[in-house]
């Protein structure tokens, strides 16, 4: 079976396969424009989002933003008139690894929030894709009356208040934006950008453009050529007792830098406090407990060097202002006062782009943490931040503690374990966090106390992740490839406007088309529904849908899944088959479980079950069964017998 489609459950329950979606007049000028097996879907069940797909064809303007901006103004039932005119460039990825182009509706020169066109095209410059969240019917709030220095002033008031001491770094960056309101309406507002020091970071103010009201503001920094020589810890298995002499590659040459600082084609390591190593010779042997901050900027380096490496070399990036020069990207090491390490756009007010690393102890005495450049993991994750954002992807562009945010956090997690093989990361520094666990949607989006935050709440998508890697080849390379397809599926996906977990694993089934023409999809679903983010139950003010496989007669769906302990646990697969057809459905252990199950119709939650597995003992379970006599959607929920949990696969059969 290929990828699942979408249903999306009405409020009085709606026994459909489909969901309620106007296709008319709108697919047939996709179809005039693009052929007639091009379809019309939903991305969700708010009018503006869907998705075009069919068979490639070549747009005149070939592929890239012109391509996109052109299709857009031929489609005017979809997009409304003279669309092309009011898209932005975010990213142009049509020759890369994924074939996709993104960008972003604005308004008199204001981006909207959350309102994106992403494009598919094949190796041959095609197109396969068009999907979008652009709102055609979006009506301009309110005009701004608070210019750009008014709001930089306000949010840099605000920010004195808030930060007595504070030192701001720098001229300030202010964007307008058109940004959803908290009653569902919208509103024009300045996002304004500040590097600080004292406490370091990259704050960033949102400032209502009609009243001057500082609508929030936040620290939004992560919490968070040559060859020489250097003593270095090469990974956290390293550390304490083994440190090694390394080679230090990209640094730059002799008539460049005569002095041999740690500055390198693409990174170079400053000290906060000013006592930069140099060595003529490139020989950086320090020793980690005789010469801390020495060490600790060697490590900076030797990691963030690697990282680049890595990123070009595995995960094929390349052609990226900052990732590819004309300039080398700055961290600081041993900032004094900064429990925490982090990427920032904006490190010391210039507009350029950098690292910042806490100092051994400087997270107080009921923490003796380590410098955090000494910790592989914490650098490697936050390289990954800076690739995301040099890519243009901008998970970091949301509200603290969202989802979005939280997507953030464990891709920055999944990739720094990757890099090792080791799926706890940031243990040097005394703070862990395991991407190996078993943690679902919703039971643990409230993991700080009761609230959502976005490391802890990211564990989940990490863990489906690390899960990924353990079940199909080449996962890094899917799950990076997917970040370009990340779109919001506004009325299906767990939240409107910012991207979460149901948006994530729409894009890698998305990803595998392109990449492995659907291979994967099996898995992948199966992995999302034992992460609980396929459903049936939600989080607090989340909204709820649920993808489905549609079956013929004839058709098999195979998949796996793996059920937690817990009262009430159990893992959905939904489906849709002809009405009366007959059904087999099969469940087989795969560690530690003794499978069963349920079959019901899938109208609402609570799940409406009809019947159970008619055989089972502790290897599999099974039922042959015949559906009702009308067709609908349907759901097996794996569970666990005998209060037991573990893996599993699972088969459904829909009779000839």
Same mark, same amino acid.
């Given at each position: 079976?290929?990828?699942?489609?979408?249903?999306?459950?009405?409020?009085?329950?709606?026994?459909?396969?489909?969901?309620?979606?106007?296709?008319?007049?709108?697919?047939?000028?996709?179809?005039?424009?693009?052929?007639?097996?091009?379809?019309?879907?939903?991305?969700?069940?708010?009018?503006?989002?869907?998705?075009?797909?069919?068979?490639?064809?070549?747009?005149?303007?070939?592929?890239?933003?012109?391509?996109?901006?052109?299709?857009?103004?031929?489609?005017?039932?979809?997009?409304?008139?003279?669309?092309?005119?009011?898209?932005?460039?975010?990213?142009?990825?049509?020759?890369?690894?994924?074939?996709?182009?993104?960008?972003?509706?604005?308004?008199?020169?204001?981006?909207?929030?959350?309102?994106?066109?992403?494009?598919?095209?094949?190796?041959?410059?095609? @197109?396969?894709?068009?999907?979008?969240?652009?709102?055609?019917?979006?009506?301009?709030?309110?005009?701004?009356?608070?210019?750009?220095?008014?709001?930089?002033?306000?949010?840099?008031?605000? @920010?004195?208040?808030?930060?007595?001491?504070?030192?701001?770094?720098?001229?300030?960056?202010?964007?307008?934006?058109?940004?959803?309101?908290?009653?569902?309406?919208?509103?024009?507002?300045?996002?304004?950008?500040?590097?600080?020091?004292?406490?370091?970071?990259?704050?960033?103010?949102?400032?209502?453009?009609?009243?001057?009201?500082?609508?929030?503001?936040?620290?939004?920094?992560?919490?968070?050529?040559?060859?020489?020589?250097?003593?270095?810890?090469?990974?956290?298995?390293?550390?304490?007792?083994?440190?090694?002499?390394?080679?230090?590659?990209?640094?730059?040459?002799?008539?460049?830098?005569?002095?041999?600082?740690?500055?390198?084609?693409?990174?170079?390591?400053?000290?906060?406090?000013?006592?930069?190593?140099?060595?003529?010779? @490139?020989?950086?042997?320090?020793?980690?407990?005789?010469?801390?901050?020495?060490?600790?900027?060697?490590?900076?380096?030797?990691?963030?060097?690697?990282?680049?490496?890595?990123?070009?070399?595995?995960?094929?990036?390349?052609?990226?202002?900052?990732?590819?020069?004309?300039?080398?990207?700055?961290?600081? $090491?041993? +900032?004094?006062?900064?429990?925490?390490?982090?990427?920032? =756009?904006?490190?010391?007010?210039?507009?350029?782009?950098?690292?910042?690393?806490?100092?051994?102890?400087?997270?107080?005495?009921?923490?003796?943490?380590?410098?955090?450049?000494?910790?592989?993991?914490?650098?490697?994750?936050?390289?990954?931040?800076?690739?995301?954002?040099?890519?243009?992807?901008?998970?970091?562009?949301?509200?603290?503690?969202?989802?979005?945010?939280?997507?953030?956090?464990?891709?920055?997690?999944?990739?720094?374990?990757?890099?090792?093989?080791?799926?706890?990361?940031?243990?040097?520094? =005394?703070?862990?966090?395991?991407?190996?666990?078993?943690?679902?949607?919703?039971?643990?989006?409230?993991?700080?106390?009761?609230?959502?935050?976005?490391?802890?709440?990211?564990?989940?998508?990490?863990?489906?992740?690390?899960?990924?890697?353990?079940?199909?080849?080449?996962?890094?390379?899917?799950?990076?490839?997917?970040?370009?397809?990340?779109?919001?599926?506004?009325?299906?996906?767990?939240?409107?406007?910012?991207?979460?977990?149901?948006?994530?694993?729409?894009?890698?089934?998305?990803?595998?088309?392109?990449?492995?023409?659907?291979?994967?999809?099996?898995?992948?679903?199966?992995?999302?529904?034992?992460?609980?983010?396929?459903?049936?139950?939600?989080?607090?003010?989340?909204?709820?849908?649920?993808?489905?496989?549609?079956?013929?007669?004839?058709?098999?769906?195979?998949?796996?899944?793996? +059920?937690?302990?817990?009262?009430?646990?159990?893992?959905?697969?939904?489906?849709? $088959?002809?009405?009366?057809?007959?059904?087999?459905?099969?469940?087989?252990?795969?560690?530690?479980?003794?499978?069963?199950?349920?079959?019901?119709?899938?109208?609402?939650?609570?799940?409406?079950?009809?019947? +159970?597995?008619?055989?089972?003992?502790?290897?599999?379970?099974?039922?042959?069964?015949?559906?009702?006599?009308?067709?609908? @959607?349907?759901?097996?929920?794996?569970?666990?017998?005998?209060?037991?949990?573990?893996?599993?696969?699972?088969?459904?059969?829909?009779?000839?």
């Amino acid at each position: 079976m290929g990828r699942p489609r979408v249903f999306v459950p009405g409020r009085e329950g709606r026994r459909r396969a489909e969901a309620p979606f106007l296709a008319d007049a709108r697919e047939g000028e996709a179809r005039e424009r693009l052929g007639p097996e091009w379809r019309l879907e939903p991305l969700g069940a708010r009018t503006g989002g869907w998705a075009l797909r069919g068979p490639a064809v070549r747009l005149p303007e070939g592929a890239g933003y012109a391509a996109v901006r052109g299709i857009a103004s031929r489609l005017p039932a979809l997009f409304g008139p003279q669309a092309g005119a009011r898209l932005e460039p975010v990213f142009d990825r049509a020759s890369g690894a994924s074939g996709v182009v993104r960008m972003q509706q604005t308004v008199d020169g204001a981006r909207v929030a959350g309102a994106d066109v992403i494009a598919g095209f094949d190796a041959d410059g095609r @197109l396969t894709l068009l999907a979008s969240s652009y709102r055609a019917d979006l009506e301009p709030p309110e005009g701004s009356r608070i210019a750009a220095p008014e709001a930089e002033a306000l949010a840099r008031a605000g @920010l004195l208040a808030a930060h007595p001491g504070i030192t701001i770094l720098g001229a300030p960056r202010s964007e307008p934006w058109i940004w959803p309101r908290p009653d569902g309406g919208d509103a024009r507002l300045w996002i304004v950008r500040y590097a600080t020091r004292d406490p370091w970071g990259s704050f960033v103010a949102r400032i209502d453009a009609v009243t001057g009201t500082v609508l929030s503001l936040e620290n939004a920094a992560q919490t968070k050529a040559r060859t020489g020589e250097g003593i270095v810890y090469r990974s956290n298995a390293d550390y304490p007792n083994h440190p090694r002499a390394e080679k230090i590659t990209g640094l730059q040459g002799a008539d460049v830098d005569p002095a041999g600082h740690l500055e390198g084609m693409h990174v170079r390591v400053l000290d906060e406090k000013g006592s930069r190593v140099a060595s003529s010779k @490139l020989r950086y042997l320090y020793y980690p407990f005789e010469e801390w901050d020495a060490f600790d900027q060697v490590s900076a380096y030797y990691h963030l060097q690697r990282a680049h490496v890595r990123f070009q070399k595995t995960l094929g990036v390349h052609g990226l202002d900052w990732f590819d020069g004309p300039e080398s990207v700055a961290a600081i $090491a041993n +900032v004094r006062n900064l429990c925490n390490a982090y990427y920032t =756009g904006d490190l010391v007010g210039d507009g350029k782009p950098g690292f910042a690393f806490g100092d051994q102890l400087s997270c107080g005495a009921s923490i003796q943490n380590e410098d955090y450049a000494r910790d592989s993991d914490v650098v490697y994750h936050e390289y990954t931040h800076a690739i995301v954002d040099w890519e243009g992807i901008g998970l970091e562009y949301a509200p603290m503690d969202s989802y979005q945010r939280a997507l953030a956090e464990a891709d920055a997690d999944y990739h720094a374990a990757e890099f090792t093989g080791d799926p706890t990361v940031g243990e040097v520094v =005394g703070l862990p966090r395991s991407v190996e666990g078993t943690k679902t949607y919703p039971l643990d989006v409230g993991c700080s106390y009761g609230f959502p935050e976005e490391h802890c709440t990211g564990a989940i998508w990490s863990g489906l992740l690390w899960d990924l890697r353990g079940t199909v080849r080449r996962a890094e390379k899917l799950e990076f490839t997917s970040l370009d397809y990340l779109v919001d599926h506004p009325g299906a996906s767990h939240t409107p406007v910012w991207l979460d977990f149901w948006d994530a694993a729409i894009a890698l089934f998305d990803a595998d088309e392109h990449l492995n023409g659907g291979q994967n999809a099996a898995i992948i679903y199966g992995l999302a529904a034992s992460r609980g983010i396929f459903g049936p139950r939600t989080y607090s003010g989340d909204s709820m849908a649920y993808p489905y496989q549609a079956m013929e007669r004839g058709s098999r769906f195979k998949s796996i899944g793996w +059920v937690t302990a817990g009262a009430g646990n159990g893992v959905p697969y939904y489906f849709s $088959a002809p009405a009366g057809s007959t059904v087999s459905i099969k469940v087989k252990t795969t560690g530690g479980l003794h499978p069963d199950f349920l079959l019901g119709e899938a109208i609402g939650y609570p799940l409406e079950y009809f019947t +159970v597995a008619s055989a089972k003992d502790t290897q599999q379970a099974t039922l042959v069964t015949d559906l009702p006599a009308v067709e609908g @959607l349907y759901v097996v929920t794996v569970r666990g017998a005998d209060a037991t949990s573990g893996s599993f696969q699972v088969s459904i059969v829909v009779e000839k």
